[in-house]
């Protein structure tokens, strides 16, 4: 699996909203699902969303429904992370990895740098 790079995250006040990107640089990106994941400070890493190969099935983390969605560009071999309503709890660093499969948080690339969201309050 090539490697990912997370961008995107920033400071922003609570309820409001970033989209984050993962850009993959491999080959085989297009057809590999793609989790986004975020770790807080002193808590362990957690998932978060993944999304299919073809873009087309989606899973969520109950932290994650109804406020943050997952799409993919696989022309543009990137996949976003859109979130909204942003809480001070969401403050956390993001990171995305390839996954087994959809059903599965296993990951199956190194961890990136990440990119450090700050929700304030």
């Known amino acids: 699996q090539g490697r990912l790079v997370e961008s995107g995250g920033g400071l922003v006040q609570a309820g409001g909203s970033l989209r984050l990107s993962c850009t993959g640089s491999?080959?085989?990106?297009?057809?590999?699902?793609i989790g986004w994941f975020r770790q807080a400070p002193e808590k362990q890493r957690e998932f978060l969303a993944a999304i299919s190969w073809t873009g087309s099935s989606t899973r969520y983390a109950d932290s994650a429904k109804g406020r943050f969605t997952i799409s993919r560009d696989n022309a543009k071999n990137t996949v976003y992370l859109q979130m909204n309503s942003l809480k001070p709890e969401d403050t956390a660093v993001y990171y995305c990895n390839a996954v087994l499969n959809l059903q599965s948080s296993a990951v199956l690339g190194s961890w990136g740098q990440g990119t450090r969201v700050t929700v304030s309050s």
């Open positions: 491999g080959r085989t990106f297009s057809t590999a699902a």
